[in-house]
């Protein structure tokens, strides 16, 4: 413990001295603190410095694990790239040598989807680079039916005002953040199909959007840290769709929030188109 004290006893101003049993009377630290003679001051001492020595080893520990999933996640979009590449050139080929029967509607499917998966990783990858998204203006709600392509497990509920809102945002990467939100509440549903809402609105320069859904929420203990990669409280979930989200969401040049935790809310805005 005293070891610890002596470490932040220098960042104390001029006229702290050590008596013995504390600090005198009148001494200040560099972070504006003042320091009072009182008991247990070596203790408040030693409390605020490990407290501020943890807080750094969990932002280390943050970024170390960032700095991983970048490297994980460029050498998992390489093999991809690769593997993609074989799928649509076999699928191609396989649609020259049929006629207009049963199987070619299965080859179709197996291109478009082979193209949309490449289209993915070049935006995640763009993303990784830390490339500036290439944001258009575009319809809202043509976002949020791209983003539920493929999605039986829930009722979606629409409130967007005016209908035609615009937002300036990358339509792929867009599409990727929404289905984030909302392939969360399906998973957590706790009756046969969740009902996720989403209301827009226009507030300034930035369309406002709300995601909630009926499931049990977040647990408070995890929603200071649920953006965080990796972390999880649903069995098979990896923690890695809200990280993404709040990355897709400051590449657009707007954010993302855990609005309220019952039910869970999630508030995302974008420029204004």
Known sequence: MWSLLEKVTPLLGAGAKQNGRGVEKGARSTAGLHCSHVPGFRRAWYVRAVSDEGA????????????????????????????????????????????????????????????????????????????????????????????????????????????????????????????ALYENAIAVATSGRAVVTTRARLEGAFVVIDVSDDGPGVPEALAPRIFEPLVTSRPGGTGLGLALARRIAAANGGTIEL?????????ITFPAA
């Open 259 to 267: 609005s309220a935790t019952s039910p869970a809310t999630f508030r």
């Open 56 to 179: 750094e080893a969990a932002r280390e520990r943050a970024r170390e694990r960032f700095s991983a999933l970048g490297e994980i996640a460029a050498e998992v979009a390489h093999e991809l790239r690769n593997i993609l590449q074989v799928i649509s050139t076999s699928a191609y080929v396989a649609r020259l040598g049929l006629d207009a029967g049963a199987s070619l509607p299965h080859i179709v499917t197996i291109e478009r989807n082979a193209r949309l998966a490449q289209n993915v990783v070049d935006d995640l990858m763009a993303l990784a680079r830390g490339g500036v998204a290439d944001a258009e203006p575009t319809p809202l709600f043509e976002t949020l039916l791209a983003a539920r392509v493929g999605m039986s497990g829930a009722i979606f509920v629409d409130d967007i005002a005016p209908a035609e809102l615009c937002g300036r945002l990358h339509v792929g990467l867009a599409t990727r953040l929404f289905h």
